[in-house]
Every structure is written in structure tokens, then in C-alpha cells.
């Protein structure tokens, strides 16, 4: 941060480094191995008293000096430039720290210069052990100018007790120097018999180029799998979190790892094809294709000790961006722009904000990201991105995928930086979509006579909204599956739950009957489930319209996962579907009661908002294919999955097959996390410290959106879904903890950046199943009063699935949403799509929105007015004033 920053674009991204710096090892490495092969080839000449090679000798020798000297000390001098320029703070680390070892580097490298001349211009003019002698110095110095130069760079990957010391031979004596050094000087020999195969495979005399051939190849396959065990003694003793990264912490390092297998091989098996006498129009493009492989060779091993530091350029001390790691706190509390010397924008304003954007990209991403360019081009990494997605995604950088650091800002910053990329990179204007405004769909509440009729019948939906994804050619994350329960009430003094003796069913409104027509669930069922599901037919058995069964253990008639959609047949969103419920006698066939529920469902998920695509239908709703293909493409590559070719082999890919969700019954694999812990596991690292707009970024309650799910008393007492269920950091906390407990330590590495908001620690927050230890009522309502100011359901949950809100019921057996209304849309509940859509039943049985009974209007059931609280405490109590009109 005490440099200016040299701006690239298109030639960002470590490319300059690369392109110059492989070259340059690769001659470097050779310039090693060489010098070593040219003394002993020497040697063995004049031990066989071969003239010949001694000539071939003398030949090769000057192709190594113009080679080595000449293109090696240019390329040389072009590293230290480009390194001073791009990261100028780690080059002052590794002059300052270890400028005696450079010095000592350089006496060795002004030795190799000297001798490499004195050896090829005495070539044959001096006494043999001389030049032998000469032959040797070169070599010894060439090996001890590696020796140094790996200790520093190897004191880049594994600092060891430098860190804390900051002593020279601590930091130049590091873990990984002795194996190091044994890997570059085996390579350096494997090197000098490539190189060697260029000179060779020209000797036009038939015997000698085979011999001389045949020599090159001892040299590349006899140190080969010493080279092998060095690289590997290499890896063994890296620090864990370097190791990780190579072994696929860092994604890429896959595909890397993957090429410098098969490079490694390519090479062995074309120094074995060497070892055969081919003819020269074959030996020649050979030893040409075998230096091209050995170039790529050393730029995928080079490449991978580059990806092994990340996020650092010195680890563990300095991030790839140059902010030391001790920095990163005042950075991200002050903000970056404050400490860098050379910003011009120390302070973000309306009027600066793109031009801060640009200076915080520069200062931050154009270390290793180029704009267009051939190396880690940011464009196609943020093209799917929102303002609000890239700003997530700077937001839990460096928290789980550890290869790039965390964001070295405050929070304007990062939101300048998103809006930088997305609107002056991308030409994106994110604007925001359009509000929602509501609309009012014809509803007519059905009649009821409170002097004539005898029954009272009672459904709500068991969720409250059931969310569901329709990409099912591609993944399923939920299904169709809505629930509706009922209970029916034979009126009088004292009232009676009927369980026996009549049928109970239910019929989606016109105009939604044919789910299949909008849906591709079907025709993906049996890939999916392995079995075939009738069009319109539910994972339960049922379908739009049917008989309800009766549940013994819950008291409830009740119908099970039915697959009803958001979109009406004629097209377009309404995710408040109406069901009619209609209770018959059984004997008679005479309806006892009738009345009207929504089954509340939508597919206004909002994983585009950083998974890119658009919505699927009309623009409001749906999981587009471009958004599922990327939620598939980021699962391989974090996950090592191969979804995209399953899908592509014609099987979806369906989430609670790994991820056990109890909401579909689904038990998972057993292993991996549950689906919620998982999801809001993961996902909490990238919305940390907000409010419900977490909440509302995935799930359909966006204030200005088509659904607006939470649309009960709560909401129009100011709360949100903070207020029950904690922040999403508390939410996925409580989750994970549960995961723990259930033996499955990898819900530790979500936890480690997740602190909670409603408690003072994690130890505090308590371990929950979801969809089973849920926020209890009573928390606040304790005694089924008027909640405390400030109370919160949070961190207190039920015991189990028979104390949940939707599972509990009365003494008598009134489950309470039969009374209050469904969660998220308790009465008075107001709906986008109609006012009253929502309180059919308060409306129908007692002319207002108040739960059923309210306000001591107990003859809804009873007949008679009460004067014992026999459901509830405090249920004969007034209710506080609302707007319930």
C-alpha cells in the first residue's frame, strides 16, 4: 500500500510474471544442469578418447553460453523488473530481508560468467584438467546460486520461524528448502538431457547421434524419479493449509495438477522413445516437441507453487494485493483507500464513487485479475453478478475458499468496488426491478349461518408458503409439494372434533389444474425418484383435488404434498392458489360445511441474484437455466461433483438425496450436512451483518416482489424474520451446531467465520434440527400474553416436531393454526393478492380478520359466549387494535 499501482488491464494478472518468469526458470534450471552435463560429457570424451564427442561437446557448449548468459541474463533482469513494479512491497521484503544472500548470489552468478567464458574460449587451447577444473567451478557455482535463490523463493511458500522472528536464517533455513532444492536440482539434470536432445538429434554421422542421444535420454530418465520422490517429500512437509491448497483447496489447481501428471508423463515416455535409433525426420521434431513439453512442464510446477501461497505473496505475512496481514484490520475498519499513501480518494462520495471503484480495483484485484486479458480475466469471473451479488461475493472472500484473501475494506468500499466492476467494467446499469404493486384477485367468502349451521370447517397450510424450484431438467431443489390440513368442529354448548363418518376434500380453483403444462417435475420424476408420477400427481399420491386423510397421531384430516404451482393454466404468477374445502357425511353424502384456503407457493427464489440468469416466467419468478446451470458449474468446481455431465447424461441433480431435509421426509445421505445447515451454512459467510434483506435475497418475502410471504401480524407489527428466527449468522449458527452434534465436523469450517448477533458467543447458541427445534411462541407470548418489548424467539426452541406451532394443539385438540392462521400469515393476515385471502375462514365464520374467537367470540364454536379460558390463558382478553376492516 506504500506503492503506486502500475495499471495493466488486459496484461493484469501475474501474465507479465508468468510469461517472463517460466522462461526465465526454464533456462535458469537449465543453466544448472547444464554446466554438469557439459563437464561430465567432457569428461567421458577424453576418457574414451573420443574426438567426436569432444567436438559435440564444444558445439553444444556454445549453444549453452548464448542460451543460458545471453537470453537467460535478459530474461533475468526483465523478472526483477517486472516484480518491482507489479509487487514493489514483497520485492523490498526479499532484498531488505536477505540482501546478503542476493549479494552472495550475485558473486556465484559473476563466478558461472567468468568461467562459462573462460571454459568455451579455451575450449581445446587448455590442458585438459584445467578445463575440466574450469567445467567444475561453473557447475558448483551454478548449483550454489540455485541454492540460494530457492531459499528465498521457497521462503516466499513456508516463511517458518520467520513470521515470528524475523531472522535471515530462519526465514532462508524454511520447511521446505531441503526438499525444494532436491526437487530443482533433479529437474535441472532432467533439463540438461531435453536441451541436450537439440544438438544431439543434428549430428549428421549416424553412430554419433545415437550415442549422443542415447546420453541425453540417461540424463532425462535416470534422475526422473528422484525428481518424482523430491516433489513429493516437497508436498509431505508444506504446512496443511498450503498442501490444501494444492491438492484442490484451490479449484484450479485441479485442472493444473491434472496437466503436470500427463506433462510429466509425456516427458518420461519421449526420453524412452529417444533411447530408439530413429531416423532423424522423426528424432528432430521429437526433441523439439520434448522442450516445449519440459517448458510447460516447469510452468504448471511454477504455476502451482504460485496458487500454493495464495492468498499471499509471502504466507502468512503479506496478501497477493500487498496489504500485510496485520494491516487487514485497521483496513477493514478504517478502509483501505485511508492507508493506501498513493489513493486519490480517501473518502467515498456520490460524486467520486466509479473513480474510488477504480482506484480500490487496482489496489486489490489487479494483482492477479486482468480486464480481457489472458489470465484470470475478472470479466467472465463477475459477469454474472448484480451489484448486490458481486457485493456478497466480496463479502465472504477468503472465508471459505481460502485462495483469495479477505476483503481489505469497509463495507462503502466493497460496495464501491461491486458497483465499479458491475456498471463500468460490465456496462451494467442494476437497476432495480420494478415494485410489485399488488393486485386484487376476485374472491368470494363463502356463506355461513351462524343460527342454522352445525359445522365449523377449518384449513390452513401447514408452512405458511411452500417454495418450490423448476428447473427440474437440471437440479430440484424443492418439489411441488403443498400441504393442506383440516380439522372439522361440530358446533354446539360444548363442541366436538369429527374424526369419522365423513370425507373430507379439496379442489384447486379453475384456472390451476394443470400444474404439468408450467412444470417439468414430471417429466423428470422417475430420473429423479426412480418412478413414474402421473401429471398432476404429488409425491404423497395426490393430486389437485381428492379426499383427505385422516391422521390418527396428529388429529388432522390432512393432504400431502400437493403439487400445486404458482402459475395458472392461462400463464402468468399467482402464488396464492385457492383450494375449496368441502366436508361430506359419509352415509348421507350431505355437505356438512364449506370453506376456502390458499396453498401458498412460489418459485420467487432469488439464487440469481448472485448465481446470474434471469427469472423464468414473466420476468418475477422461476429458476431460469442459465441460473441453474451455474449453481451446478459452482458445486463441481467447490465440491469435486460432476453434476454437469449427469445432467447432461439426462438425470437431474436433487439436492436431499445427499442433504437430508425433513421438510419432504428426505433423509439424506446420512454424511453430508442437512440441507438447511448447509445452505444457510454457506451462505451466511456471504451476507454477513444485515438484516431481513438476507433473509429476503432467497427466499419470496421481498417488500417489493410478486410473493411477500410474510404477510401476518407480525409484519404489521413492524417485525421481520429477524425477530423470530435470529439474524442469518444466529440461524445458521443453531443449525450447524445441530450438524455438530450429529457428529459431522465439517459444519466447524462453516462456523469459523460466523460470530451471532443475538447472543454474546457461539457456545451460547443452542443446537437445532431444522424443521423440528423451531422458535416457540411462548417465548414471547409467555403465558399466552402480550410479548415483552424486545422479546425474541431466538436460540429458545421447541423439544421436538409435536411442539411446533403447526403440530400443537389445545387440550381439546384444536391445532392453533386452525384458530390463528397458517405461520407467516397469521390473522389478521393481509395478502398482496386480495386482502381477505387470506383470513377466509375469520372472515366467513365471525365477519373479521381476528383469529377465530377473538375478542370473546367464542360462538363461532361454542353456541354460547364463555367465561372459561378453556383453549388457552388470557384467550377470553381483548386483542390489541389493528386495522382488521
Not at 546420453?215 to 504446512?239: E, N
Not at 523439439?288 to 519440459?294: C, E, R, T
Amino acid at each position: 500500500m506504500n506503492y503506486p499501482v502500475w495499471e495493466l488491464h488486459a496484461w493484469g494478472g501475474g501474465w507479465l510474471i508468468a510469461l517472463i518468469a517460466v522462461v526465465h526458470v526454464y533456462v535458469a534450471h537449465f543453466a544448472v544442469g547444464g554446466g554438469l552435463f557439459l563437464v561430465l560429457t567432457e569428461t567421458m570424451a577424453r576418457r574414451t578418447n573420443d574426438p567426436a564427442v569432444l567436438d559435440y561437446t564444444r558445439r553444444h557448449t556454445k549453444f549453452f553460453l548464448l542460451l543460458t548468459m545471453v537470453f537467460g541474463g535478459l530474461t533475468g533482469v526483465g523478472i526483477w523488473l517486472v516484480i518491482s513494479v507489479l509487487h514493489p512491497s514483497a520485492t523490498s521484503i526479499l532484498i531488505h530481508d536477505f540482501v546478503f544472500a542476493w549479494a552472495t548470489e550475485w558473486v556465484f552468478f559473476l563466478v558461472e560468467i567468468v568461467s562459462l567464458f573462460v571454459y568455451y574460449y579455451t575450449f581445446g587451447k587448455m590442458a585438459p584438467g584445467k578445463h575440466l577444473l574450469v567445467g567444475w567451478i561453473y557447475a558448483v557455482a551454478a548449483w550454489l546460486s540455485l541454492f540460494l535463490v530457492n531459499g528465498i523463493i521457497s521462503f516466499m511458500l513456508t516463511p517458518g520461524g520467520w513470521l515470528t522472528g524475523g531472522d535471515f536464517w530462519r526465514g532462508f533455513l524454511n520447511p521446505s528448502l531441503a526438499p525444494s532444492t532436491a526437487f530443482r536440482t533433479f529437474l535441472a539434470l532432467v533439463l540438461a538431457g531435453v536441451y541436450g536432445f537439440l544438438t544431439a538429434v543434428r549430428i549428421k554421422e549416424p553412430g554419433l547421434r545415437t550415442k549422443m542421444v542415447r546420453w541425453c535420454a540417461a540424463w532425462l530418465l535416470l534422475p526422473f524419479l528422484l525428481m518424482l520422490a523430491a516433489g513429493w517429500w516437497s508436498l509431505a512437509v508444506l504446512p496443511e493449509p498450503v498442501r490444501a491448497m494444492l491438492l484442490g483447496a484451490n479449484p484450479e489447481m485441479i485442472a493444473v495438477g491434472r496437466v503436470g501428471v500427463w506433462l510429466a508423463a509425456a516427458l518420461f515416455l519421449g526420453g524412452l522413445l529417444m533411447v530408439l535409433r530413429l531416423p532423424r525426420t522423426a528424432s528432430v521434431p521429437l526433441a523439439a516437441l520434448l522442450l516445449v513439453i519440459g517448458l510447460f512442464y516447469m510452468g504448471s510446477f511454477e504455476w502451482a507453487r504460485e496458487a500454493g501461497r495464495r492468498p499471499f505473496i509471502i504466507h502468512g505475512h503479506m496478501y497477493s494485493n500487498s496489504l500485510l496481514l496485520s494491516q487487514m484490520p485497521e483496513a477493514q475498519a478504517q478502509g483501505v483507500l485511508k492507508l493506501a499513501r498513493w489513493s486519490r480518494n480517501k473518502e467515498i462520495t456520490p460524486e467520486n464513487r466509479q473513480e474510488a471503484g477504480r482506484e480500490l480495483y487496482n489496489l486489490l484485484c489487479s494483482s492477479c485479475h486482468s480486464v480481457g486479458g489472458p489470465m484470470h480475466d475478472i470479466l467472465p469471473l463477475t459477469v454474472k453478478y448484480g451489484g448486490f451479488g458481486l457485493d456478497s461475493q466480496l463479502d465472504g472472500m477468503g472465508k471459505l475458499l481460502g485462495y483469495m484473501p479477505p476483503f481489505a475494506g469497509n463495507r462503502t468500499e466493497r460496495q464501491a468496488l461491486a458497483d465499479y466492476i458491475v456498471r463500468n467494467l460490465h456496462g451494467k446499469r442494476d437497476e432495480p426491478a420494478a415494485e410489485f404493486k399488488g393486485k386484487q384477485l376476485p374472491l368470494e367468502i363463502p356463506p355461513f349461518d351462524a343460527e342454522k349451521d352445525q359445522y365449523v370447517l377449518l384449513c390452513w397450510n401447514d408452512l405458511g408458503m411452500h417454495c418450490l424450484t423448476d428447473g427440474d431438467q437440471q437440479l430440484l431443489i424443492l418439489p411441488p409439494a403443498n400441504t393442506l390440513q383440516a380439522q372439522l368442529i361440530k358446533r354446539g354448548e360444548t363442541p366436538a372434533l369429527i374424526s369419522q363418518g365423513v370425507e373430507i376434500s379439496y379442489a384447486v380453483e379453475p384456472g390451476h389444474s394443470d400444474p404439468a403444462q408450467h412444470l417439468p417435475f414430471w417429466r423428470y420424476a422417475k430420473a429423479i425418484f426412480g418412478q413414474e408420477l402421473p401429471p398432476g400427481v404429488g409425491l404423497a399420491g395426490k393430486g389437485l383435488g381428492g379426499s383427505m386423510d385422516y391422521d390418527d397421531k396428529l388429529g388432522v384430516y390432512e393432504a400431502k404434498f400437493i403439487p400445486v404451482s404458482p402459475y395458472p393454466d392461462a400463464g402468468g404468477f399467482n402464488p396464492y392458489p385457492l383450494f375449496t374445502i368441502e366436508a361430506k357425511d359419509k352415509q348421507t353424502g350431505r355437505v356438512l360445511a364449506r370453506t376456502q384456503a390458499v396453498a401458498p407457493v412460489s418459485s420467487e427464489i432469488g439464487c440469481r441474484n448472485c448465481h446470474g440468469g434471469g427469472w423464468r416466467v414473466d420476468g418475477v419468478a422461476g429458476l431460469a437455466p442459465p441460473t441453474g446451470e451455474d449453481i451446478l458449474a459452482t458445486h463441481d468446481r467447490i465440491n469435486r461433483t460432476d453434476f454437469k455431465r449427469q445432467v447432461a447424461a439426462g438425470k437431474p441433480v436433487f439436492c436431499a438425496s445427499c442433504h437430508a431435509d425433513p421438510a419432504l421426509g428426505a433423509a439424506g445421505d446420512g454424511k453430508r450436512l442437512s440441507f438447511s445447515a448447509a445452505m444457510h451454512g454457506w451462505h451466511a459467510n456471504y451476507l454477513l451483518q444485515r438484516g431481513a434483506e438476507a433473509c429476503q435475497a432467497c427466499h419470496p418475502d421481498s417488500p417489493g416482489g410478486p410473493t411477500r410471504c410474510l404477510r401476518g401480524l407480525h409484519v404489521q407489527m413492524g417485525q421481520d424474520c429477524t425477530n423470530c428466527h435470529g439474524f442469518l449468522e444466529d440461524h445458521a449458527l443453531g443449525l450447524l451446531k445441530g450438524e455438530q452434534v450429529a457428529g459431522k465436523p465439517q459444519a466447524a469450517e462453516l462456523m469459523r467465520h460466523l460470530q451471532p448477533r443475538s447472543v454474546a458467543a457461539q457456545a451460547e447458541v443452542k443446537p437445532r434440527a431444522p424443521w423440528v427445534n423451531q422458535p416457540d411462541c411462548l417465548n414471547c407470548h409467555r403465558e399466552f400474553a402480550a410479548p415483552e418489548a424486545g422479546a425474541s424467539g431466538f436460540n429458545r426452541w421447541t423439544k421436538g416436531a409435536e411442539d411446533l406451532y403447526r403440530m400443537r394443539g389445545d387440550e381439546a385438540g384444536v391445532k392453533c393454526p386452525a384458530c390463528h392462521g397458517s405461520p407467516h400469515a397469521l390473522y389478521p393476515a393481509q395478502n398482496p393478492y386480495g386482502r381477505d385471502r387470506d383470513v377466509i375462514q375469520p372472515r366467513q365464520y365471525q365477519g373479521n380478520a381476528l383469529p377465530l374467537g377473538a375478542n370473546k367470540n367464542c360462538k363461532v364454536c361454542h353456541t354460547v359466549d364463555m367465561d372459561s379460558e378453556m383453549h388457552h390463558p388470557n384467550s377470553l382478553r381483548m386483542v390489541r387494535s389493528l386495522s382488521t376492516d
